[in-house]
């Protein structure tokens, strides 16, 4: 089955770590660039991140720039993202999806995982 | 940075009428060397994540209703649903992937009148 599993989020304190895993399955990895877009409770989505499908390009949103690392294990078929010095602000449900050959457009998408920043 | 504006915020539309969303991006997403659009549609229902039913502002994505059509250029844009559904109640978003940072419109909640 074609798929995305996103896994990690949690509640955690301001300026705190967080790293985010998405699982794929049901195609070839490597193959495509992935993002990350998360949804703050009851707001729009907010793209955050993409990587090329070697690894090789990074992009970031001005909003997490220099705190968010977005990497991937084509071994392993799994995208991460690293979050550092979290913000409340950065409270939300963090999609991953694939993006369609070298077009950040995206066919599928995983269901989200929630990361609540509060003290 | 490009910014997309989806016009309305929300809109009410009663079965089997006409439903009419409008994206607006700060500058032209139209690349000339292939003049296509990079402007994509998705809808999102409650607790699911989204869903593509748009790219190139008017392909529409393998199993979407043909009562949906996308359409525009430049900067202007329009998703249209020709006969309001009941399962097409959900929010829509607008998406430019002509250059990073891959900005979202802030979302059109379609609901039943």
């Known amino acids: 089955e074609v798929q995305l599993v996103g896994s990690g989020g949690g509640l955690l304190q301001p300026g705190g770590s967080l790293r985010l895993s998405c699982s794929a399955s049901g195609f070839t990895f490597s193959s495509y660039a992935m993002t990350w877009v998360r949804q703050a409770p009851g707001k729009g989505l907010e793209w955050v991140s993409g990587i090329t499908g070697s690894g090789g390009g990074t992009y970031y949103a001005d909003s997490v720039k220099g705190r968010f690392t977005i990497s991937r294990d084509n071994s392993k078929n799994t995208l991460y993202l690293q979050m550092n010095s979290l913000r409340a602000e950065d409270t939300a449900v963090y999609h991953c999806a694939k993006a369609v050959e070298t077009n950040w457009y995206f066919d599928l998408w995983g269901r989200g995982t929630l990361v609540t920043v509060s003290s | 940075d490009i910014v997309m504006t989806q016009s309305p915020d929300s809109l009410a539309v009663s079965l089997g009428e006409r439903a009419t969303i409008n994206c607006k991006s700060s500058?032209?997403?139209?690349?000339?060397?292939?003049?296509?659009?990079?402007l994509a549609w998705y809808q999102q229902k409650p607790g699911q994540p989204p869903k593509l039913l748009f790219y190139?502002?008017?392909t529409r994505e393998s199993g979407v209703p043909d009562r949906f059509s996308g359409s525009g250029s430049g900067t202007d844009f329009t998703l249209t649903i020709s006969s309001l559904q009941a399962e097409d109640v959900a929010v829509y978003y607008c998406q430019q992937y002509y250059s990073a940072p891959y900005s979202f419109g802030q979302g059109t909640e379609l609901e039943i009148k």
């Open positions: 500058q032209s997403v139209l690349y000339s060397s292939n003049n296509k659009n990079y």
């Open positions: 190139w502002a008017s």
